[in-house]
Nanobody, 123 residues
């Protein structure tokens, strides 16, 4: 089992920045691929970014490319999502996920999920 705990969400003005973190514990070696997803009220959960264990493979949704950066510190079992130039449409609950396969954008590729952290961007 892998446990994931997100932190760092909050309220920020449009154009601002925020960094959310995801701390993993348990059998983290069994779920090396990490991803971030988000879910806005009334909408489906959507892919944001993913990173492989080594960090050599990174993927972003088109909507965040150039504004968000995913990174990881394996010594701390932590994955980060740096969000810059935030827009009101980035408002959502952000979820961290871990999976046994390669980094991917598909929800079913992830076996473990955190409880989410709320990000609100005001206009």
């Amino acid at each position: 089992q892998v446990q994931l705990v997100e932190s760092g969400g909050g309220l920020v003005q449009a154009g601002g920045s925020l960094k959310v973190s995801c701390a993993a514990s348990g059998r983290t070696f069994s779920a090396p691929a990490m991803g971030w997803f988000r879910q806005a009220p009334g909408k489906e959960r959507e892919f944001v970014a993913a990173i492989s264990w080594s960090g050599s493979s990174i993927y972003y949704a088109d909507s965040v490319k150039g504004r968000f950066t995913i990174s990881r510190d394996n010594a701390k079992n932590t994955v980060y999502l740096q969000m810059n130039s935030l827009k009101p449409e980035d408002t959502a609950d952000y979820y961290c996920a871990a999976g046994a396969g390669t980094a991917a954008s598909l929800r079913f590729r992830y076996d473990y999920w955190g409880q989410g952290t709320q990000v609100t961007v005001s206009s």
